[in-house]
């Protein structure tokens, strides 16, 4: 018990330094935040010294807590009319046939099969809802036109996305 509060203490003192230090040089803290993750997770320090990785699970758990009280901060900024329009739908069905089209392709051309094709032209398809919102709402623009039909777009593209990644599996 000890050690998951250490692990948790642990954790969230980088994440406040990684939040000060990033603004200070004035950029959004969620650049910090996606930097450190790659520091001091499996990828760099989880590598070199794998005793001093953190428990992968509690890590998740916080990821995805952390994940939906931003999206939550975000909703409640946003106005559902304002986001959902026909030119936001548009961008993000343009968002979805550029990848999903460029990584099939792609894929084709490197030697493999039809169906991890498809599957790679999808995976292509996602983007980061949290990330994009998160940014916008650190720089003071959520509220611009602009912002709102990047998250309309980010929204309906990453829900198409997991649509097609559920029809995706019948194929094979």
């Known amino acids: 018990m000890i050690d998951i509060w250490l692990q948790l203490t642990l954790l969230l003192?980088?994440?406040v330094v990684s939040h000060f230090a990033i603004?200070?040089?004035?950029?959004?803290?969620?650049?910090?935040?996606?930097?450190v993750g790659i520091i001091i997770g499996p990828t760099l320090i989880g590598a070199i010294f794998p005793n001093l990785a953190f428990d992968p699970s509690l890590v998740s758990i916080f990821a995805?807590?952390?994940a939906i009280v931003l999206l939550f901060i975000v909703?409640?900024?946003c106005n559902l009319r304002e986001i959902y329009t026909k030119k936001s739908i548009a961008i993000?069905?343009?968002g979805i046939v550029v990848p999903l089209l460029g990584g099939y392709a792609l894929s084709i051309l490197m030697g493999y099969d039809n169906i991890t094709s498809i599957f790679m032209g999808v995976a292509l398809v996602a983007t980061s809802v949290g990330i994009?919102?998160?940014?916008?709402?650190?720089l003071g623009v959520i509220n611009t036109p602009t912002a709102k039909q990047m998250i309309g777009a980010a929204?309906?593209?990453?829900?198409?996305?997991m649509i097609i990644l559920a029809f995706a599996p019948s194929l094979a």
Do not use: F, H, N, W
């Open 132 to 138: 994009t919102a998160a940014t916008l709402l650190q």
């Open 92 to 94: 993000a069905l343009g």
């Open 13 to 15: 003192t980088i994440a």
């Open 75 to 77: 909703g409640l900024e």
């Open 155 to 161: 929204v309906v593209d990453d829900v198409l996305a």
């Open 23 to 35: 603004t200070r040089i004035g950029q959004p803290s969620v650049i910090g935040e996606v930097l």
């Open 64 to 66: 995805q807590l952390g």
